[in-house]
Each structure stands twice: as structure tokens, then as C-alpha cells.
């Protein structure tokens, strides 16, 4: 056997030509790959995917600079590496559907209603995305600290998950067979 991997067609393999008709003479010698038909096919769905954000009004990409970290004797950062974010905005519309900047599902509750307190909320003012601030919900706090690799204080986490109890203990129904809270 040898060390080199060669491709196999099918008149490699012993069969007797003159048994054999034209047509599948002819496709004796087709090289078929199943994955590249497959691989063609992920390409195209990936395209269309792609153009289907370009035309979202909440899809956007953020670039952030990424730098290394200072050193006493060297005055100047260097950059690192750009770091791009892929995010969703939600309208700030009241009665909008509120949409996860992560995934850019959209969920059952709306924007100016208590359920909004059911969401950890930002507004990106920084000029990265334009003049519009635009607005941002997330599951949780660690969920938009871990997208936007930054930190919250401990104040707002806990502040937040305030706000939270009390909207869900607003939306729930004292189950008194089972003494239970559930959502309504």
C-alpha cells in the first residue's frame, strides 16, 4: 500500500468494458463527492444568511480595538487584534417586540410595558453604531458583560436583580394547591 492517499473512479476497479453500455462508460470515470455537494449547498445557505442581516434594521457589527496591555516603561499601547460584535437592537417603539441582542430572537413581551423589567437593558450611545442610540435587551447582566467583554459593579447587578423579582413576582399566580409561584 502506499503512503500517498490517491482517488478512486469507478474504471479503477476490474470490469469488463464491453459488458458495459455508453452511458455507463461514461459515468465510470465521474469523480462524486457528496460532501462537496453539501459543502456547495452550507456556502449558499451561509450567503443567504448573511444577506438576510444586511437588509435587518437591528443587525449591526461593532468594532472594538483590542490593545495590550500597558507596561510601565512603554508609553504607547499597541493594538492587538480588532474584536467584532455582532449584535441586535431593539426599537424603542412602545409595544415593539423586545429582542435579544445576542441571538436577535424575538420574545412574547414588549417594550414599554412592565415586562421590560424582565430584561437587563442598555443603551449604546457611543457614536459606534451612529448618531441613534440604540437600544439593547439581554437575559441578564452577565449575559451582556460576557457579550460586550466589559464589567458591571456589584450595585447594578443587584439592583437589576431587584427590579427582576419584582416583575416576576408581578406576572406570577399564587398556586395554592402546590403553594407554588407561576407564571400567568
Given at each position: 500500500?502506499?503512503?500517498?492517499?490517491?482517488?478512486?473512479?469507478?474504471?479503477?476497479?476490474?470490469?469488463?468494458?464491453?459488458?458495459?453500455?455508453?452511458?455507463?462508460?461514461?459515468?465510470?470515470?465521474?469523480?462524486?463527492?457528496?460532501?462537496?455537494?453539501?459543502?456547495?449547498?452550507?456556502?449558499?445557505?451561509?450567503?443567504?444568511?448573511?444577506?438576510?442581516?444586511t437588509v435587518d434594521p437591528g443587525f449591526h457589527i461593532i468594532k472594538r480595538v483590542i490593545y495590550s496591555k500597558t507596561d510601565k516603561n512603554v508609553k504607547k499601547r499597541k493594538m492587538v487584534k480588532v474584536n467584532k460584535?455582532?449584535?441586535?437592537?431593539?426599537?424603542?417603539?412602545?409595544?415593539?417586540?423586545?429582542?435579544?441582542?445576542?441571538?436577535?430572537?424575538?420574545?412574547?413581551?414588549?417594550?414599554?410595558?412592565?415586562?421590560?423589567?424582565?430584561?437587563?437593558?442598555?443603551?449604546?450611545?457611543?457614536?459606534e453604531l451612529g448618531q441613534t442610540p440604540k437600544v439593547f435587551f439581554y437575559d441578564n447582566p452577565e449575559q451582556y458583560e460576557y457579550h460586550l467583554n466589559t464589567t458591571l459593579s456589584n450595585e447594578q447587578k443587584l439592583n437589576w436583580s431587584k427590579k427582576y423579582t419584582i416583575a416576576l413576582e408581578s406576572k406570577s399566580v399564587h398556586d395554592t394547591k402546590t403553594n407554588e409561584l407561576r407564571l400567568a
Open positions: 500500500m502506499s503512503d500517498t492517499a490517491s482517488l478512486s473512479t469507478y474504471s479503477d476497479h476490474e470490469v469488463e468494458s464491453s459488458s458495459l453500455d455508453e452511458n455507463e462508460q461514461f459515468f465510470q470515470t465521474d469523480y462524486y463527492s457528496e460532501s462537496a455537494e453539501e459543502d456547495s449547498y452550507e456556502r449558499g445557505e451561509q450567503r443567504r444568511q448573511k444577506e438576510k442581516k460584535i455582532v449584535c441586535y437592537s431593539t426599537s424603542s417603539v412602545p409595544g415593539r417586540l423586545i429582542r435579544n441582542a445576542v441571538t436577535g430572537m424575538r420574545t412574547n413581551h414588549r417594550v414599554g410595558y412592565a415586562d421590560e423589567d424582565l430584561y437587563f437593558s442598555t443603551v449604546l450611545a457611543t457614536g
